[in-house]
């Protein structure tokens, strides 16, 4: 298990991470790290943009053959999935 390290935040928000991490996770100067919150914790993952563009580019080709195959998705679509949704869930609990 790796060890744990302080680092404290600057009045403008920034924090500096530790250069044994840096170096360990190829972090360097312009990497952009995803930033989330869970539960109380605080996660930053290497973002790799052509991995995020490759994805991207994936998920709309899947979108435009869907569109193709089964038209536009409209609002009225989206709500009665909602309500299908709610419904099985209510039934789920009862």
């Known amino acids: 298990m790796e060890k744990a390290d302080i680092v404290r935040m600057s009045s403008k ?3 500096v991470i530790p ?3 840096r170096q ?3 972090l ?4 952009q790290l995803l930033v989330y919150r869970y539960a109380d914790a605080l996660i930053m993952k290497k ?5 995020v563009e490759k994805r991207l ?3 709309y080709r899947r979108i435009d053959a869907r569109t193709a195959k089964y038209g ?5 679509d989206i709500q009665r999935e909602i ?3 709610r419904e099985e869930k209510r039934k789920q609990r009862a």
């Open 28 to 31: 360097g100067a312009k990497t």
């Open 83 to 85: 309500d299908r949704y």
């Open 24 to 26: 360990k996770l190829g």
């Open 13 to 15: 928000g920034q924090v």
């Open 72 to 76: 536009e998705l409209k609002e009225v």
């Open 47 to 51: 973002m790799d943009v052509k991995d």
């Open 57 to 59: 580019g994936a998920l």
């Open 19 to 21: 250069q044994d991490l």
